[in-house]
């Protein structure tokens, strides 16, 4: 249990994560994960279907909830006193959720629905799933789709649902997370009235791989008549908080922020201000993963430059570091931007709780997540050098190409 006490409005945030994600999936039964996340809504002995999003909203609340590759996670937004309500009707989920044929069915086409709108529809989506799978392998975790595939959701049943349900969900395989204008005393007493009473199951161990596909280097492609904007984009395997070289992750937080992570960034002063090659360009990671993460970047190309021209001004700016160094004044000002986005977060009721449930699901600690300013700001310029030359090699990466159809531009 996380309490984030905080008295700056009258509202206070739950937020129940399970250590469960599509990633604890098996081929085959892709989006089991994502649709049991819809499936939850859908009514106890004691809620009707769909009652319960309807309760928090007659109560002045808010709710949703979300799956990634590591978790799944429920939240709902309401008044201090309403509280006690919410938790009793996640709890009551938690334990007596009632899984339906009658509901299934319809709810099925509404799962399938928004892997179109939000995965069929967008070329970059479509492509970034071929991406991952080239990245970490066919069938591998990280390398199935978080939505699952058409034919995978079409075929799941009410027993797959069931049986996932079963095992993952239960109170020892969640964390409970509450922001807002309570006290831990407050919440500890409310969770053990209602989470405190539902039985402990046995938790199965999480696979997770320590390396990725066999076959990197690779390049896909997406050629699609949708795409307005071309995207040349590299993603290499990199170590996360818990698998692999996991020493190199606060450096590596770091090397993504002086690297491309504003408009003062390496790569756009580099490409986009004075080469005029890209309209923008950008780096990512992203350290809490149960597994191996990924390290990103991308550039839109403007319209007269090539991929080829793209991806070796990039190779450049790489090598560039790697082989010149980083500067005191950049590293600072790259910490400096990065502890500020953190402090900024804090004033959202979504985004505290959010970071300690990623961090929590994922084999961190809440001491880790405190911790966090601190090791950002001992990273030294050699330690990003070490982690830019330690991620960025050929046999640990995927490059990908969305453009027009050819002579469409």
């Given at each position: 249990m996380v309490v984030l006490p905080s008295s700056r409005a009258p509202i206070v945030t739950q937020l129940v994560v399970y250590k469960v994600g599509s990633a604890d999936e098996v081929p085959g039964k892709t989006g089991l994960a994502h649709f049991l996340e819809h499936m939850m809504f859908k009514g106890t002995d004691t809620v009707a279907p769909s009652e319960f999003s309807r309760v928090v909203s007659k109560n002045g609340g808010r709710d949703n909830a979300y799956t990634?590759?590591?978790?799944?996670?429920?939240?709902?937004?309401?008044?201090?006193?309403?509280?006690?309500?919410?938790?009793?009707?996640?709890?009551?989920?938690?334990?007596?959720?009632?899984?339906?044929?009658?509901?299934?069915?319809?709810?099925?086409?509404?799962?399938?629905?928004?892997?179109?709108?939000?995965?069929?529809?967008s070329p970059s989506a479509l492509l970034d799933e071929v991406v991952n799978e080239r990245l970490y392998g066919r069938g591998q975790p990280y390398g199935m789709p978080i939505s699952g595939t058409v034919a995978d959701v079409e075929a799941l049943t009410l027993a797959d649902l069931r049986d996932f349900y079963r095992q993952h969900y239960m109170p020892n395989n969640a964390i409970l997370i509450v922001g807002g204008d309570t006290t831990a005393e407050q919440v500890r007493a409310l969770a053990e009235k209602y989470y405190g009473a539902i039985p402990a199951r046995p938790v199965a161990p999480r696979r997770r791989p320590d390396h990725g596909a066999a076959d990197l280097p690779q390049t896909v492609s997406r050629a699609d008549p949708r795409v307005i904007e071309p995207r040349w984009s590299r993603h290499y395997l990199a170590p996360s908080f818990s698998k692999g070289e996991s020493q190199y992750a606060y450096a590596l937080q770091v090397l993504a922020q002086l690297l491309g992570g504003t408009e003062t960034s390496r790569l756009w002063r580099a490409l986009v201000v004075d080469s005029k090659r890209a309209?923008?360009?950008?780096?990512?990671?992203?350290?809490?993963?149960?597994?191996?993460?990924?390290?990103?970047?991308?550039?839109?190309?403007?319209?007269?430059?090539?991929?080829?021209?793209?991806?070796?001004?990039?190779?450049?700016?790489?090598?560039?570091?790697?082989?010149?160094?980083?500067?005191?004044?950049?590293?600072?000002?790259?910490?400096?931007?990065?502890?500020?986005?953190?402090?900024?977060?804090?004033?959202?009721?979504?985004?505290?709780?959010?970071?300690?449930?990623?961090?929590?699901?994922?084999?961190?600690?809440?001491?880790?997540?405190?911790?966090?300013?601190e090791r950002i700001s001992a990273v030294r310029p050699d330690e990003v050098v070490a982690a830019a030359r330690h991620v960025c090699q050929p046999q640990r990466l995927v490059t990908s190409l969305l453009t027009p159809p050819p002579g469409s531009r």
């Open positions: 990634t590759y590591d978790s799944t996670g429920y939240y709902q937004t309401v008044s201090p006193e309403r509280l006690e309500l919410v938790m009793r009707m996640e709890a009551d989920r938690m334990a007596n959720l009632r899984t339906t044929e009658k509901e299934l069915v319809p709810e099925r086409q509404v799962v399938l629905e928004e892997r179109r709108m939000r995965i069929d529809n309209l923008s360009a950008w780096a990512g990671y992203r350290p809490n993963s149960l597994g191996l993460a990924s390290f990103e970047v991308g550039v839109h190309p403007a319209s007269s430059v090539t991929m080829a021209d793209v991806e070796s001004a990039v190779a450049a700016e790489l090598s560039r570091l790697i082989d010149g160094g980083v500067s005191t004044d950049e590293l600072e000002r790259a910490q400096n931007q990065l502890l500020a986005a953190a402090i900024y977060s804090q004033d959202s009721l979504q985004s505290g709780p959010r970071i300690f449930g990623g961090a929590l699901s994922t084999g961190s600690t809440v001491a880790d997540v405190a911790a966090w300013p």
